[in-house]
């Protein structure tokens, strides 16, 4: 448990592989006038200690953004690094993910200050969602988030689930 009593799950926990926090849920949020968001409280104390609350944010091709731990954010961008800078698409994996990175910290409020151009990219106003992907946060504008979740629940519903072996594995 955390300062705060509130429990939260270290991946090494529950995956071989090891790794810091496991971020799941949606989190609809507000951004203050300066461009700064509060993380939810139940990430705070786990950020603070896996990571001294240093995080990284960058563009997603799906125009939101994405905030890791520093310490993830730092195996993923080796591996894109290692990519061919001969190749195309390689090229511009870099250029989008690596190119907008940033460093931001997370004070001791719980805040982060998101870059004006980020918030741009991503058409960040106001309202806002956060959503947990495991080792990473998306974050959307809230009313994107929404179209985008129906519009991939009319997919289902309209196509049924494509889903590849590896998928058709996971019991629900």
């Known amino acids: 448990m955390g300062k705060s009593g509130i429990e939260w799950v270290k991946r090494e926990n ?5 790794g810091s926090l496991l971020f799941r849920g949606v989190s609809k949020l507000n951004l203050d ?3 700064r968001m509060a993380i939810p409280t139940r ?3 786990g950020l603070v200690e896996t990571c001294a609350s240093q995080l990284v944010i960058t563009v997603d091709k799906d125009r939101c953004l994405l905030i890791y731990p520093k310490p993830d954010w730092l195996v993923i961008e080796e591996q894109i690094n290692d990519l061919s800078a001969f190749n195309e698409s390689a090229r511009n994996l870099q250029r989008l993910y690596i190119g907008h990175a940033q460093e931001i910290d ?6 982060i ?3 004006p151009e980020l918030r741009e990219f991503a058409s960040l106003d106001k309202k806002v ?3 947990g992907q495991g080792n990473k946060f998306e974050l959307w504008d809230e009313a994107a988030w929404s ?3 129906d519009e991939w629940l009319n997919k289902i519903d ?3 689930l494509e889903l590849t072996a590896q998928l058709e594995s996971i019991s629900l």
């Not at 529950?14 to 090891?18: D, Q, S």
């Not at 997370?106 to 805040?111: A, I, K, V």
Request: charged fraction near 40%; avoid cysteine; aromatic fraction near 4%.
């Open 14 to 18: 529950l995956h071989p592989k090891g």
């Open 33 to 35: 006038a300066k461009g």
């Open 43 to 45: 990430y705070r104390d």
């Open 106 to 111: 997370m004070d001791g409020q719980g805040r």
């Open 113 to 115: 200050l998101l870059p």
């Open 129 to 131: 969602a956060l959503v």
């Open 147 to 149: 179209r985008k979740r």
């Open 158 to 160: 309209e196509k049924g």
